[in-house]
């Protein structure tokens, strides 16, 4: 009778630990591991994907702008709302939030993004960093939202 109640013990505990592994697997598979460009990654029902990034030497002076072109869509099944620009940039050990003016500009002047996205619906977005050209050659750039990071350079 007694062997019998620790086996059932056992069962419970070595169950309980399998479900903890399979939720760790399936919760968040990228919760650490950078996203590459054009691949999705999904927080919250929205899912993101940086299509494409280009680095813009300006005319003058010593700087640069980093211009990521950021998709999302609504995969949930109610609306989300996304607002303001929703990626910082991470070059070294340095961290920087986008340029709402250059951001502006880039989206034909909308002066501060914000949208309500009904499921299924995706938009396209501009944002943009403004950094030193020292800073825009060096590896890695990363974009970062929610903790989650985006690799743009090796």
């Known amino acids: 009778m007694k062997g019998e109640k620790q ?8 169950g309980l630990i399998a479900l903890l592994i399979i939720w ?14 054009s691949e ?6 929205i899912s993101y994907t ?3 990034y280009k ?3 300006r005319d003058y002076g010593e700087r640069s702008d980093i211009i990521l072109k950021v998709r999302f869509k609504n995969i949930s099944n109610h609306p989300q709302t996304t607002t303001g620009y929703p990626f910082n ?5 340095q961290t920087f939030k986008p340029s709402s003016e250059r951001s502006r500009v880039a ?17 396209s977005l501009n944002v943009v960093f403004d ?21 743009l350079t090796d």
């Open 7 to 14: 086996k059932r013990i056992l069962k419970i505990v070595f």
């Open 107 to 123: 989206n034909g002047n909308n002066v501060y993004f914000s949208s309500e996205l009904n499921p299924e619906q995706e938009q």
């Open 24 to 37: 760790l697997l399936f919760e968040n598979p990228r919760s650490n591991s950078p996203v590459k460009i």
């Open 50 to 52: 940086i299509d494409s």
């Open 89 to 93: 940039l991470k070059i070294g050990d």
């Open 55 to 57: 680095i813009k030497e």
């Open 40 to 45: 999705s990654v999904t927080l919250d029902g």
């Open 131 to 151: 950094v030193t050209n020292n800073q825009a050659a060096e590896t890695p750039i990363k974009a970062v939202h929610k903790n989650q990071e985006f690799l």
